[in-house]
């Protein structure tokens, strides 16, 4: 299966800041990644799909890219909003994975 | 809107059996494709399986393959998981979600989750 490894582990930021989270591919996805935000006691709720696209009424400061195997969602102005575990996720291949996260806090 | 209402939280004994519902509403629910994901404390995400909403098609994750069950009740708008001969390590929040216009395979729409606890 498909491996997607995170990191950082966590992020400390204060508000205002650029966050860069990344996720390293174990094998070719092409551009079927996607990104999700969780907060404590939520489900997850997706916000990027096949590495750049915006879902319905995320804010236009989530952005995604790709470079060879490492995908990145930024943030480009962290509000105390943000403060949450993000999850990367393949849909190239099954079983469908996905990373072990990456948590966001806001100083 | 579309909403996913999943059933109450569960405590089971090793080697029993549990069966979380999802009854959707807000969309016809033949049209789009549902997934089962879980979530261990502490751990990260894991899909269980899928099913097609207008063929009915099922397919399970490997790892879950002989123990876990889709099912659905179209005329209740409503999907089943059941998973059997749990042990702790199925002890996890379990989570129906939605495929959208973004495609097949990317989560949309979610359920709350069910708590299951397994322990003895």
């Known amino acids: 299966e498909i491996l997607l490894t995170q990191s950082p582990a966590t992020l400390s930021l204060s508000p205002g800041e650029r966050a860069t989270l990344s996720c390293r591919v174990s094998?070719?996805?092409?551009?079927?990644l996607a990104w999700y935000q969780q907060k404590p006691g939520q489900a997850p709720r997706l916000l990027i799909y096949?590495?750049?696209y915006r879902a319905t009424d995320i804010p236009a400061r989530f952005s995604g890219s790709v470079s060879g195997t490492v995908f990145t969602l930024s943030i480009s102005s962290v509000e105390p909003e943000d403060c949450a575990i993000y999850y990367c996720?393949?849909?190239?291949?099954?079983?469908?994975?996905f990373g072990r996260g990456t948590r966001l806090e806001i100083k | 809107q579309v909403q996913l209402v999943q059933s109450g939280a569960e405590v089971k004994k090793p080697g029993a059996s549990v069966k979380i519902s999802c009854k959707t509403s807000?969309?016809?629910?033949?049209?789009?494709?549902l997934h089962w994901v879980r979530q261990a404390p502490g751990q990260r995400l894991e899909w269980m399986g899928w099913?097609?909403?207008?063929?009915?098609?099922?397919t399970y994750s490997q790892k879950f393959q002989g123990r876990v069950t889709l099912t659905r009740d179209t005329s209740a708008s409503t999907a089943y998981m059941e998973l059997n001969s749990l042990r702790s390590e199925d002890t996890a929040v379990y989570f129906c979600?939605?495929?959208?216009?973004?495609?097949?395979?990317?989560?949309?729409?979610w359920g709350q989750g069910t708590l299951v606890t397994v322990s003895s």
């Open positions: 979600t939605r495929t959208g216009e973004f495609g097949d395979y990317y989560f949309a729409f």
């Open positions: 807000g969309y016809i629910f033949t049209t789009y494709i």
């Open positions: 099913m097609n909403g207008v063929t009915g098609g099922i």
């Open positions: 094998q070719s996805v092409g551009r079927f």
């Open positions: 096949d590495t750049f």
């Open positions: 996720q393949q849909r190239k291949d099954w079983p469908l994975t």
